[in-house]
């Protein structure tokens, strides 16, 4: 067969009225290197074709009419993605889904990992048809089977993420959501993201950061440039109020949320759970700014550090303790709550200070303790 079998003068007559010289020079190294069976480096310049802005709506028919004709003698993951790149062009979802079966069906069976990348995209068009139960049923075998690979492409686990997240997201499941959401990102460059992708990840991420009800530490978060994107934004206001929750700073988060729920409906439904979580984040800072041999509460200095009354303080520290993000036991009888240890977090700046202030303390106690021993023992006691 030869490259013209494939109608390449229609495809190159259709760069041509589209008058970019760059476009059309890229199809006559296509002719070439088909004419040559250079298959690797034909791949390389279909997704240099396929990259380029201006190649839109062409892309599909370049696939049907010229990479279609070689499918098999190309890298088949290469092959999954340049369909993908193409599909915007279909008419509707259907016709989307019919691309991917059919080239599901076209992927030998020793090319797993093809395959896999090509169900992960057949479940996101099918979430997106509305066909959820479906989509699903293909993650858990999809999931079952990347967890049996020894290796896999970075592309498959970020698709298989990002998927598995737009499902907990139909769902309502934050924590799920967010976890799998900090899965994606963390396979991904997000510096490819466009802005307006990642101000939509940003914003999701955090609002699931907020209702998730077994999130409670924000630390992977906080630090991930991802939320740089919703700076200068109308939703800036998301990292104000994730900043404040990971402080425990009561007024501070009562005051953004009052301003802002009204603009997410989502918050404002689960206002009683965003109560009781930035309360339980203030008896966290509480326990963090005590030092560690001072860390027995009385329930009346729990209550003031949270604004809940004396009868509600001893539920916070059980559901704190249940969380686990304190160990400690409570003393109904003296009202107080011994704490032994705290989660460890990620620390603001004032945080921060907080701790140099507590290392400096502990420092000059051991100094201290160093001249009275050295002074009682004299020569006994050697100062280093």
Known sequence: MSYMDVDSENILATLRMAADAELAGLFYTLEDLYERKLWHQLSNTLAELYADPKSRG????VYNRFV??????????QLVRFLLASLDECNGLEEALEYLTTLKKNIAKEEQQALLFVDIQIARFQLKAGQTDSAKEILKTVGDD???????????????????????KLSADHTAFYRTSLLYLACIDATELSSAEKQT????IGVSALLGDRIYTFGELLTHDILRSLDDTAFAWVTELLFALNAGDLARFDALLAAHKSTAPVLAAQEPFLRQKICIMALVELVFSKPSNGRTLAFSEISAATSLDLDEVEHLVMKALSLGLIRGHINEVDGVV????VQPRVMNKDQIQGMHAKLVAWDDSVRQLSEMIHANGQEIWTSV
Do not use: M, P
Request: charged residues 25%; without cysteine; positive net charge.
């Open 68 to 77: 279609s004709n070689f499918a098999a003698k190309i890298n088949q993951l």
């Open 146 to 168: 990347i967890d049996r690979l020894d290796s896999l492409d970075n592309r498959i686990n970020a698709a298989y993420y990002h998927t598995s997240a737009e499902v907990h």
């Open 58 to 61: 062409i892309r599909l028919r």
């Open 201 to 204: 990840i940003a914003y999701d």
């Open 338 to 341: 011994a704490v032994r240890w």
